[in-house]
């Protein structure tokens, strides 16, 4: 037995090269293709979008590079690491926020404003855990997606006492809603190139907030081309935006950190909170509570991408920003704390 073991160990070796070499080189010849020619090649764009996921192994593959001395494999799998160390380091680390002083503060004191945004999957949110979440976690604003007509209903009939002011486009799929502790003096929804939009002012304390609540159309594979439709809402929105007024920003988008939609947002002067104030990768779809059936066994999913945000413009700071809940819905909301 200590004889074939023996024998098997280099194969086992040679098969862990062999494999960790191919693995370098794809995530590699990944890095450079992405580098040279950004979201111009359609086929990089899921890559891109699970870019986390894809360099991820390379951590473990340099180690074992390392372990087994095979210097060659350790310098092809260090660009990889070095890669996933630019693009998501910081998101490892505990969060530091900027925490701009607030100048007299017995005078003016700094409001803070809880924000909870949640894709509730055309009603696949049981309404009674929404409900348990809200009033564990108490948001000022909440901001949902993909709402229904009897799902809207429900949460005016049972809100009204901590959500006095709402305001509800029940669509299904394009269904938004925002709910809030201070008035909403004007609201309407908008509707863009590839996607819907709701914009409300909201009068805190005397002061009007623009709230954005926007759900752009999910990537799809049409024509063997993997279509981004996300672009001309957020390009739309982020219009919207850019005019100095303070704003918040919220919803599914559809899109990644990495991703050109990200960019455009941060071009129009606003932060990403979990960015700022968050820790880990915020992974909100595919929920875990979503259940789909595959025949008649259900299948359980883990979340391994981040669309669902809160963003606000330059006159705020994030304190905390983390995905919450379980609600049965496809995403898992997000909250953010915020300083105005």
Known sequence: MTSDAQ??????????????YGYAGIAALFLLLWAASGERLWPLIPLITLAHL???PSLPVLAGALLARRWPLAGLTGVSVLAFIWLFGGLLLPPVSPGR????????????????????????????????LLREQHPDIVVLQEVGQPYSRSLRTNLADLYPYQAHHPLGVPGMSILSRYPITTEALGAAEMGYYQVAT???????????NTHPERPTIDESRYIVRSG????????????????????DLNLTDKTSGHTMLEAAGLTDAFEQAGWGFGLTYPASQYL?????????????????????????????????????????????????
């Open 202 to 212: 909201l009068d805190v304390d005397g002061e009007p907030l623009r709230v954005i």
């Open 232 to 251: 001309p809402t957020i390009r739309h929105v982020a219009g919207l935006a850019a005019d100095g007024q303070p704003t918040i920003l919220a919803g």
């Open 54 to 56: 894809l360099l991820l």
């Open 292 to 340: 789909p059936r595959v025949g008649s066994l259900p299948v359980s999913l883990l979340p391994i991408i981040r669309i669902d945000y809160v963003w606000y413009s330059d006159a705020f700071t994030a304190e905390m920003a983390r995905p919450v809940g379980s609600t049965g819905s496809d995403h898992r909301a997000v909250i953010a704390d915020l300083r105005w």
């Open 7 to 20: 024998k098997l160990r280099p194969l086992r070796t040679s098969l862990f090269v062999l494999i960790a």
């Open 101 to 132: 002083v607030c100048a007299a503060e017995v005078e003016a004191p700094c409001r803070r404003l809880r924000v909870l945004t949640h894709n509730v999957g055309h009603d696949l949110a049981h309404l009674d855990q929404l409900l348990i």
